[in-house]
């Protein structure tokens, strides 16, 4: 077969968009070249239904072993007493431990998304706000932190079966000691997604959440800087209190119900190379050189949230405590909308995104804020001092959203910035 040029030319300008631009998107991070390698082998060739030492395929005794490393890596990491490290994303992580706990029709609490909180966590077009009944807590106007008293008078109100934690944009640590209190206090289970901050939590840097909640979810591919997927963990295995039953009728333990409720619940064939390199990533975590990693991480966005308040921009909560920050872009650029800012700093190579934020007086596709993160550009190899750099460049960009000599100049810059940096520096 003939190779396909047309979509490795396309594969080589994203790679140089990666090398040359300044990558501050949250949710993202560069993984090392051998979580790589394990995402373009010959284990994408393998179906591997079922789980190790039972599946529904043969020829799976290979598989089984690199699902079982990333079982018993990703476990001595966090902590767990049970993982499954099947799940394709995040959302079907989420999904997969929603199936379980709520019947549709069910109450649930989960962060509201224009405060900070994930799709997959209510949102009316995700299934978890189609098939169950979401009602949303919220961050507080003046603090910009979660309003426990109300996630807890909504809790005695509503008797929800479920408080899911965790968000997408919210740049603090989470009370999860607090939120187990009200889950039990009502009789419900209560679920963290640490999908961002999981990096930061497996070298320690953040409270453990698999120490408080029920269930633990989280994606792979963010902080925690493995490959695109998801996870379910478990501080301990305890009785289904719903009395869910497997497709076969039977109720059984919640991690039996919880791997049915991926598979085959959620999915079919698991991604055998993406679970070889989530081994891969599982291992790199454990390496003591993970900690220094992730130290910078935490360093690099306290120091960047302060640039921001030093330069005049509002930053929700008034900092940081983990990889990322939430700007409200109207106290110093009243009519600049969050998609302008977005689309203008692209222009210059800084990737940025827009964002709700709480009590955002624009709608979702125009918004008033952008989410900051510094996990992408902490792998390039940048430390703090380059920090109110950055911060200095995106202030250019956005006095000058609509001169291109600017944006020119401050691309220009940003280039050179990154040109001596490795895309794998660690
Ligand atoms: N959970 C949270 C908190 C997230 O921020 C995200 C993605 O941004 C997800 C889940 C979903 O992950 P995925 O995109 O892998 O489905």
């Known amino acids: 077969m003939k190779r396909d040029q047309l979509v490795f030319d396309i594969i080589e300008k994203e790679r140089k968009r990666q090398l040359s631009g300044i990558e501050l998107i949250a949710s993202e991070n560069f993984v090392s070249e051998q979580v790589m390698e394990?995402?373009?082998?010959?284990?994408?060739?393998?179906?591997?239904?079922?789980?190790?030492?039972?599946?529904?395929?043969?020829?799976?005794?290979?598989?089984?072993?690199?699902?079982?490393l990333a079982i018993d890596r990703v476990k001595e990491l966090f902590g767990a007493e049970y993982a499954n490290v099947q799940p394709h994303s995040g959302a079907q992580a989420n999904a997969a431990v929603l199936s379980v706990i709520l019947k549709p029709g069910d109450k649930f609490l989960g962060l509201d998304l224009a405060h900070g909180?994930?799709?997959?966590?209510?949102?009316?077009?995700?299934?978890?706000?189609?098939?169950?009944?979401?009602?949303?807590?919220?961050?507080?106007?003046?603090?910009?932190?979660?309003?426990?008293?109300?996630?807890?008078?909504?809790?005695?109100?509503?008797?929800?079966?479920?408080?899911?934690?965790?968000?997408?944009?919210?740049?603090?640590?989470?009370?999860?000691?607090?939120?187990?209190?009200?889950?039990?206090?009502?009789?419900?289970?209560?679920?963290?997604?640490?999908?961002?901050?999981?990096?930061?939590?497996?070298?320690?840097?953040?409270?453990?959440?698999?120490?408080?909640?029920?269930?633990?979810?989280?994606?792979t591919h963010k902080t925690l800087r493995g490959p695109r997927g998801g996870i379910i963990l478990m501080?301990?295995?305890?009785?289904n209190p719903f009395g869910f039953k497997t497709p076969k009728g039977e109720t059984k333990m919640m991690s039996a119900v919880l791997d049915f409720a991926v598979f085959p619940g959620q999915q079919g064939g698991p991604l055998e190379h993406v679970i070889?390199?989530?081994?891969?990533?599982?291992g790199e975590a454990l390496d003591p050189s993970y900690?220094?990693?992730?130290?910078?991480?935490?360093?690099?966005?306290?120091?960047?949230?302060?640039?921001?308040?030093?330069?005049?921009?509002?930053?929700?909560?008034?900092?940081t405590d983990?990889?990322?920050?939430?700007?409200?872009?109207r106290t110093k650029f009243p009519e600049l909308t969050g998609k302008k800012a977005e689309n203008t700093l692209v222009l210059a190579d800084i990737t940025i995104n827009k964002n709700?934020?709480?009590?955002?007086?624009?709608?979702?596709?125009?918004?008033?804020?952008?989410?900051?993160?510094?996990?992408?550009?902490?792998?390039?190899?940048?430390?703090?001092?380059?920090?109110?750099?950055?911060?200095?460049?995106?202030?250019?960009?956005l006095t000058n959203p609509d001169n291109e000599e600017v944006i020119a100049s401050v691309r220009k810059r940003v280039n050179q910035l990154m040109e001596g940096l490795p895309l794998f520096a660690w």
């Open 117 to 219: 909180g994930h799709l997959s966590h209510g949102s009316p077009v995700n299934s978890s706000g189609i098939l169950y009944q979401p009602i949303a807590y919220h961050v507080k106007e003046e603090t910009g932190m979660v309003d426990y008293d109300e996630m807890e008078a909504l809790a005695k109100e509503h008797k929800p079966k479920l408080i899911i934690g965790g968000a997408s944009a919210y740049s603090r640590e989470w009370d999860y000691a607090r939120m187990r209190k009200i889950a039990d206090e009502v009789g419900a289970m209560l679920m963290i997604d640490m999908a961002h901050p999981a990096g930061l939590i497996a070298a320690g840097l953040l409270e453990n959440p698999v120490k408080h909640a029920h269930v633990v979810t989280s994606t």
């Open 356 to 397: 709700m934020v709480p009590f955002d007086s624009r709608s979702p596709f125009s918004t008033s804020g952008l989410r900051v993160g510094t996990p992408a550009i902490t792998t390039r190899g940048l430390k703090e001092d380059a920090m109110p750099v950055i911060v200095d460049l995106i202030d250019e960009v």
């Open 276 to 282: 070889a390199s989530k081994a891969i990533a599982f």
């Open 291 to 319: 900690k220094a990693y992730q130290t910078q991480v935490k360093k690099n966005a306290a120091v960047m949230a302060e640039a921001f308040i030093a330069k005049g921009y509002k930053v929700i909560s008034g900092g």
């Open 235 to 239: 501080g301990k295995d305890f009785e």
């Open 322 to 329: 983990n990889h990322s920050m939430l700007i409200d872009l």
């Open 38 to 68: 394990a995402m373009g082998s010959v284990m994408t060739n393998k179906y591997a239904e079922g789980y190790p030492g039972k599946r529904y395929y043969g020829g799976c005794q290979i598989v089984d072993q690199t699902e079982q």
